[in-house]
Each structure stands twice: as C-alpha cells, then as structure tokens.
C-alpha cells in the first residue's frame, strides 16, 4: 500500500532564516506531488504541484519554492521565511488517472517567529 | 472555474444522530468529487469518491454520498453519529487539467455533543 511521510512534524524557526520541508511517498510510481498551506482555521490553498521529476507548477507567488529531485520526493524550501509563512503544510500525492484522488500526509506545524 | 460551496460553516448534532452535510460544485460536465475528513493538527483523510456510475457512494467510516446531477450537490451523510466524527469535513472537485488539481470548499466543522 502507499504511505507518504512529511517531516519534521512541527517546526519553529526565526523570520529571515530559511526552510526545507521534505515529503516523500511510498508504494507508487510516478504520482503527482502537491503541497498546500492550511492558516487557522481556514481552508487549504495549494502552492505548488508536480506531474514528474523536475516539473514545478506555481500556484500563488510568494517567497517559497518546491523542488522534485527524485520521483517520489517532493520539497518546500524558502530562503528567507517571513511571519505570514506560519501555518500548517500539507503534502499530497494522487496517481496520474482518474478519478485523480489525493491522499495526504500527516502536515507540518511551521511557526515562524 | 470549477468551484464548491459548502454552506455551513459549523454544525452540531447529537451522538446517535443523522447527519448530512451540504456541498454544492460548479462545473459543466460530470465532475470528479470527493469528501474529506481532517482531525485537529492532522492531515486529510479521503472519505470516499465518485466518478461514474452508482450515484450514492459508500465511504470508510460509515459514510455516504450521493451525487444529484439536477442540484449541482455531493452531500455527506451518516445515518447515526458517533462522537469521534468530530473534524472538519472538506468537499473538493477535480480540476480538468494538467496534474488534476482538486478545488476544495472551505470546510463543515462537525461538533458531536454527547
């Protein structure tokens, strides 16, 4: 079965110093990669996603950027965060046919102070 | 753009109760759907699917959906509550597209009162 792991879970960092969030999955092949930034108490916004190694899309224009260097590996990073970059990230993968579900991983808890 | 609306932002049932949750999409032809389910500081949970045939979909959980074409509605349901359903439930619709991107509603927040 397919699991997708995020790490770490929770993490505090200082504005200006940067950020790398990893995600990997497990069990498939070729899957399209997402991340989503979920603020209290409100719905999810997706920030980036990836049909293959190497192919980011950009969904809002901010200070992050996503890396795909391996086919199941998906990375958040910033060079410079910022407090509005504070919430929660999510990681999801779906297969590359329909119905096109995602499945998500357990979230990072990021508080920039 | 595809787009959903669930139009209530919270609701409370008894423990023992029914349950139905309000979803409604904007798309032109038969979409994807889908339901989800997130407990506090944890990620998604798929629910269920629907993407062709049966129109009332069964889920993990004891939950079900049923899609109505003419009413443009996916609605959640669950015959009788338990108290660990407590989460919010977000429903999404598959975006036509490069990589199927889901549009998500804003989510119901389900409290159970025992």
């Known amino acids: 079965s397919q699991t997708i792991h995020q790490w770490p879970a929770t993490l505090v960092q200082p504005v200006g110093s940067p950020l790398s969030l990893e995600c990997t999955v497990e069990?498939?092949?070729?899957?399209?990669l997402y991340w989503y930034r979920q603020a209290a108490g409100r719905g999810l916004q997706l920030l980036f996603y990836?049909?293959?190694?190497?192919?980011i899309s950009s969904e809002v224009p901010q200070n992050l950027s996503a890396s795909r260097p391996q086919d199941r590996q998906f990375i958040l990073s910033s060079k410079k965060l910022l407090l509005s970059d504070s919430g929660f990230y999510l990681c999801?993968?779906?297969?590359?046919?329909?119905?096109?579900?995602?499945?998500f991983g357990p979230g990072t808890r990021l508080t920039v102070t | 753009a595809q787009s959903v609306t669930q139009p209530d932002i919270h609701i409370t049932v008894s423990e023992g109760a029914s349950l139905e949750l309000r979803c409604n999409y904007s798309?032109?032809?038969?979409?994807?759907l889908f339901w989800y389910v997130q407990s506090p500081g944890q990620g998604l949970q798929l629910l269920l699917k629907?993407?062709?045939?049966?129109?009332l979909v069964q889920g993990i959980k004891g939950f079900e959906a049923e899609f109505k074409r003419s009413q443009s509605s996916f609605n959640l349901r669950k015959p009788s509550v338990h108290w660990s359903d407590a989460a919010e439930y977000f429903c999404?619709?598959?975006?036509?597209?490069?990589?199927?991107?889901?549009?998500f509603g804003t989510g119901t927040r389900l409290q159970v009162t025992l």
């Open positions: 999801a993968w779906s297969p590359q046919g329909p119905p096109y579900e995602q499945y």
């Open positions: 069990g498939t092949s070729n899957p399209n």
């Open positions: 990836s049909v293959g190694i190497g192919q």
């Open positions: 798309y032109g032809a038969t979409p994807y």
């Open positions: 629907y993407f062709s045939g049966d129109t």
């Open positions: 999404a619709v598959e975006n036509t597209g490069t990589a199927s991107k889901l549009t």
